[in-house]
């Protein structure tokens, strides 16, 4: 059963706050699991309907609603590193950052998130996310299909694992139940925790969106503590965690 986080017991804990607000009250993590904001919101209203499976559509590009996803490049490369950065810096040894992203085009060219990791941390591996479909793509290129989850420790350490099997390719469609604009699988956030974080250990999403990996780490005896700007997703993803508690 999963109950909600005291002050000393603590299970889970989900506040309406940005992550750099969470990270400054929290002292020691042993793994960060999250899917930012992606930085491919369409600066022209977003239309959704009227498209044929597979078709483009200019408007179709992924903002988030309440947060328009299209800050300047070098600005979103800037915030990302930084957070990266922050996060590092209050792992627990051994501890690992899961951090799912996806290449995107801008302005012509590909850019790959690992352009942006720093210094501090080491990528070890990588899991690719096959998605079976996308709603982000453009007719010049390859359609999108996959994302993935970026696998990172400090550097210098060795990484926690358990004995348990991951798969480099992981095949299975997003949350089709959960009214968020990018849910996260279920089945993704629980394999990816049940291989890297240690029994009982402390799981932070600091961009929760509709909660999936409270949930996930919770269901395999995990405590949990994350964060959610946007009012309406916040609501959304205690809604979640209160009914798994009932």
């Keep these: 059963m999963v109950r909600q986080v005291s002050r000393t017991g603590q299970p889970w804990q989900l506040k309406q706050c940005c992550e750099s607000r969470l990270w400054k009250q929290l002292n020691s993590v042993d793994m960060v699991l999250t899917s930012p904001p992606y930085n491919i919101g369409s600066k022209s209203p977003k239309r959704i309907g009227g498209r044929r499976l597979g078709g483009y559509d200019s408007k179709s590009w992924g903002a988030i609603e309440g947060y328009s996803d299209s800050l300047p490049e070098e600005d979103y490369q800037r915030w990302q590193r930084n957070f990266l950065e922050r996060y590092a810096s209050i792992l627990t040894p051994g501890g690992v950052i899961a951090y799912n992203h996806k290449e995107r085009h801008v302005r012509g060219q590909l850019i790959?998130?690992?352009?942006?990791?720093?210094?501090?941390?080491?990528?070890?591996?990588?899991?690719?996310?096959?998605?079976?479909?996308?709603?982000?793509?453009?007719?010049?290129?390859?359609?999108?299909?996959?994302?993935?989850?970026?696998?990172?420790?400090?550097?210098?350490?060795?990484?926690?694992?358990?004995?348990?099997?991951?798969?480099?390719?992981?095949?299975?469609?997003?949350?089709?139940?959960?009214?968020?604009?990018?849910?996260?699988?279920?089945?993704?956030?629980?394999?990816?925790?049940?291989?890297?974080?240690?029994?009982?250990?402390?799981?932070?999403?600091?961009?929760?969106?509709?909660?999936t990996t409270a949930i996930a780490a919770l269901s395999l005896g995990r405590r949990f503590v994350g964060c959610e700007k946007e009012r309406k997703y916040h609501r959304m993803a205690s809604k979640r965690l209160k009914e798994e508690a009932a």
């Design 112 to 211: 790959q998130p690992e352009s942006w990791f720093p210094p501090t941390l080491t990528l070890f591996d990588k899991v690719v996310w096959d998605r079976r479909s996308t709603h982000n793509h453009c007719p010049s290129y390859a359609y999108q299909q996959h994302e993935y989850v970026y696998l990172l420790r400090r550097t210098g350490e060795r990484h926690h694992h358990n004995n348990v099997r991951l798969d480099s390719v992981v095949s299975i469609p997003p949350a089709s139940n959960v009214p968020h604009n990018a849910p996260m699988a279920l089945e993704l956030a629980v394999c990816i925790i049940a291989k890297f974080c240690p029994s009982g250990g402390l799981v932070v999403d600091p961009f929760a969106g509709s909660g």
